[in-house]
């Protein structure tokens, strides 16, 4: 992959190079649509869905987890399909009618809302649809930044993608939980709509990223199937991926609970409910800049157990604070273990694998992002029925001691270091 004319030396340092990819101005573009796109989903699926769930059905903390279970399914059973899309056809264009198709099920959702006619099926139905969506176009949103950057600049770039995510998180649920207080549930969601907007118009500036040269068009099962074939063969990345899924299912889905801990732990409606995941966004900007400001390292799984287990006791105290204050400085710091452990995770897994079969492995990535929620369902049972403090500090507990295990019990793993640093040399 060629560099732009504007994109600094690689062995650049400092601040110049934690943000060097930016200086592409391509990666600049789908930076930019990234952060508008993941603005209006945060500020959707973080504060709007659930209260509109929680409105709905009579302030039922299991309504929280059926939404996020909703969106969940699809993403985690249409991904691969959507991998194969993302090695098949043009993954630009891809994203563009996903996006399109997203916001046109947003304003479904709010005309339904604004006459009355929702009704909390609808909304689960509706959660459904975007969950497919998402599947469908995330895996080449993956895939497209190894095509504009390259390799050698990845781990970088993905820690700005991070970055811009984390940010995201401070701004969309924050100005969302502020503006529901003085505008209400429907201008708040029409603010989203606008930005899902600006997000499609940014992508016509981005290039069109077409499949590698001499790709085969293999029928979709046999497609699959020679994904799953290069799994088995490459143990490492099986792993990796495997491992990287392990504190997104047991611990991310605090998250969904976060309404329940700033409404009944904390009583700080729904300011709390935005500063909490201002709190949350902050740490995993902190964390994608110690990432990008680190640049490539030999001890990356030393890195990432650490990371695991910073994320497990900070959040276990964080279920545990009888303070409000103190609750939002332990999720601060939960959220930059929990983010150099994502990004180192994903970044390894890209440059472990060949372009012929990235979207389709990036797929399988898109699981980070949808058992989160699909782990929400037995996390927020357990919640109704022990209290949300318990279920997440038992979550946490358990992710820890399954993470150990799993390292321990692998010694491919354990090779990771010297298997990066092979491929990068090459």
């Not at 090695?87 to 009618?97: A, G, K």
């Not at 099986?238 to 047991?250: A, D, H, N, T, Y």
């Not at 604070?321 to 939002?328: D, I, M, Y």
Request: hydrophobic residues 55%.
């Amino acid at each position: 992959m060629s560099r732009e004319k504007g994109d600094p030396p690689l062995a650049s340092a400092g601040w110049g190079s934690a943000i060097g990819s930016l200086r592409n101005t391509q990666y600049r573009w789908l930076w930019m649509g990234n952060v508008s796109f993941f603005f209006a989903m945060q500020a959707v699926s973080m504060i709007i869905r659930p209260l509109i769930a929680l409105d709905l059905t009579d302030n039922k903390p299991a309504a929280l987890g059926m939404v996020s279970f909703a969106v969940a399914v699809p993403m985690l059973v249409l991904s691969p399909f959507g991998g194969v899309l993302a090695d098949r056809v043009e993954r630009r264009r891809l994203i563009m009618i996903g996006q399109g198709l997203a916001l046109t099920g947003e304003a479904l959702t709010l005309g339904l809302y604004v006459t009355g006619l929702l009704r909390f099926w609808h909304l689960v139905l509706l959660a459904t649809g975007m969950g497919a969506l998402f599947a469908t176009m995330m895996p080449a949103r993956q895939a497209i930044v190894v095509d504009i950057i390259g390799k050698a600049r990845l781990g970088n770039a993905m820690a700005l993608n991070m970055a811009g995510m984390n940010v995201t998180r401070i701004l969309g649920p924050a100005t969302a939980g502020f503006l529901v207080a003085s505008l209400g549930i429907q201008g708040t969601y029409a603010g989203a709509m606008a930005l899902y907007l600006v997000a499609w118009l940014t992508l016509i500036r981005v290039h069109p990223s077409r499949p590698p040269a001499g790709m085969r068009r293999l029928p979709v099962v046999e497609s699959l199937s020679e994904a799953t074939r290069y799994l088995r063969s490459e143990r490492l990345v099986l792993l990796m991926l495997l491992f990287g899924l392990v504190p997104m299912f047991l611990m991310m889905p605090f998250q969904t609970l976060l309404p329940i801990f700033a409404n009944d732990v904390w009583g700080t409606g729904t300011s709390g409910l935005g500063l909490l995941n201002a709190m949350a966004g902050l740490g995993g900007v902190a964390g994608s800049f110690v990432v990008a400001l680190r640049g490539d390292t030999d001890h990356r799984l030393r890195l990432m157990l650490v990371s695991v287990f910073g994320f497990g006791v900070f959040l276990a105290l964080f279920g545990f604070s009888p303070w409000f204050g103190l609750a939002l400085g332990l999720l601060l710091v939960a959220n930059v273990f929990a983010t150099v452990f994502g990004v180192l995770n994903n970044t390894a897994v890209q440059q472990l694998i060949p372009d012929q079969v990235r979207g389709r492995i990036s797929a399988f990535l898109m699981m980070s992002f949808s058992l989160p929620m699909l782990g929400t369902l037995p996390v927020s049972i357990a919640a109704q029925a022990y209290g949300a403090p318990l279920a997440v500090g038992v979550s946490a507990v358990l992710a820890m001691v399954v993470a150990a295990l799993f390292c321990l019990g692998s010694p491919t793993l354990r090779g990771l270091d010297a298997r990066v640093r092979a491929e990068l040399d090459a």
